[in-house]
């Protein structure tokens, strides 16, 4: 069965600290993506990466940076952690075309 | 502009009756896709329907149905017979391509949401 695994469940972080997600999929998927989820606000897309090193910002990009150094893992970087970024943080690949685009559980985030 | 519209924040239905959740979008793009998305108490991301601008018929997954008006650029989802376990939050969503479309570069861009209640 096809996965994307994402490494917390929840966490809880302090305003200022260096906060990392991790993604990993198993399906050799090239694009990855990193979204937040607030009520009434959707699925908001922060970054998406179609390859290796590769990157691309998405609507909301401010206060956050990825890193995708393997095709498997894609990491969200909060550099330093503030209490708007409070979320559930969904990752999600596919490879493209008419495949539908599989998540990973999420990560609720705290910043207290 | 919103790229994504779902204008029912909420909608209440009977157990067993056919449920219209309402999706419009804009693109300037000829190629694109629709996607359905459903995401119970759970949180997963369950992914019911897929619906690209070229094709020809409207997309059906058992219940699900699509109810695509190209001109009009709304994609509805109809669930025929509705069950207590459709109660969910449901997301319409848009594909588009990114950069050089020769390669696979896309990105997915999400509405709202609609949250679904089914009364038994």
């Known amino acids: 069965d096809v996965k994307v695994t994402q490494s917390s469940r929840y966490l809880v972080k302090r305003t200022g600290e260096k906060v990392f997600l991790e993604c990993v999929q198993d399906?050799?998927?090239?694009?990855m993506f990193w979204y937040r989820q607030d009520p009434g606000l959707g699925l908001r897309l922060i970054y998406f990466?179609?390859?290796?090193?590769?990157?691309e910002k998405g609507d909301i990009p401010e206060g956050y940076s990825v890193s995708r150094e393997k095709k498997e893992r894609f990491s969200l970087i909060l550099e330093s952690a503030s209490t708007n970024q409070t979320s559930m943080y969904l990752c999600?690949?596919?490879?493209?075309?008419?495949?539908?685009?599989?998540f990973g559980s999420g990560t609720r985030l705290t910043v207290v | 502009a919103q790229k994504i519209t779902q204008t029912q924040p909420g909608m209440f239905v009977q157990e067993k009756e056919a449920v219209t959740l309402d999706c419009t979008y804009d693109?300037?793009?000829?190629?694109?896709?629709l996607f359905w998305y459903k995401q119970p108490s759970s949180g997963e991301m369950i992914f019911l329907i897929y619906?690209?601008?070229?094709?020809?018929q409207n997309a059906t997954e058992g219940r699900y149905s699509l109810n695509f008006q190209k001109a009009r650029k709304s994609a509805n989802l109809v669930i025929s017979a509705s069950q207590l376990g459709d109660s969910a939050m449901y997301f319409c969503?848009?594909?588009?391509?990114?950069?050089?479309?020769?390669?696979?570069?896309?990105?997915?861009?999400f509405g709202t949401g609609t949250r679904l209640t089914i009364i038994p």
């Open positions: 999600a690949s596919t490879p493209g075309g008419r495949s539908g685009y599989t």
């Open positions: 399906m050799d998927h090239e694009n």
């Open positions: 990466s179609y390859d290796v090193k590769m990157k």
């Open positions: 693109t300037s793009d000829q190629s694109y896709g």
């Open positions: 619906q690209g601008s070229y094709d020809e």
């Open positions: 969503a848009m594909r588009e391509r990114y950069g050089r479309a020769n390669f696979g570069n896309e990105k997915l861009t």
